[in-house]
């Protein structure tokens, strides 16, 4: 069955299996996506006050795997920092900026929020 899908106003043809076919799209109307505004975080106590340059923030919500940074370590750019683990996958947060780590806010096993401090560097 071949579907019309429109995102960001862009019009796309793909060809789609759907068991028990039975044309029950054919007079569907259309949908059209909506891109919406981020909202802007508020001040919580996963430490909104903290100079964003030099903290590093949990991508997502979940349990930490593994801890792979200690105070006063050197890091690059890049360099892996903790491991999280979120329904079922595991995601490597790595350094935003090359620096010294200053405090590491979380330890294996703790759950995190979305965005809550993981690591503050120097």
């Known amino acids: ?50 100079d964003e340059s030099k903290v590093c923030r949990s991508p997502v919500a979940g349990i930490v795997a593994r801890v792979c940074v200690q105070p006063g370590q050197q890091l690059q750019l890049d360099d892996l920092i903790v491991v999280l683990e979120a329904m079922k996958m595991e995601t490597s947060v790595i350094a935003p900026i090359a620096g010294q780590v200053k405090s590491v806010k979380v330890g294996p096993g703790e759950a995190v929020k979305l965005h809550q401090i993981l690591v503050e560097f120097e």
């Open 1 to 50: 069955m071949k579907i019309q899908i429109v995102i960001a106003g862009k019009t796309y043809e793909v060809e789609a299996d759907v068991e028990g076919e039975n044309d029950s799209l054919a007079g569907a109307s259309p949908v059209q996506s909506v891109l919406l505004p981020t909202v802007p975080r508020r001040s919580t106590s996963t430490g909104g006050d903290a």
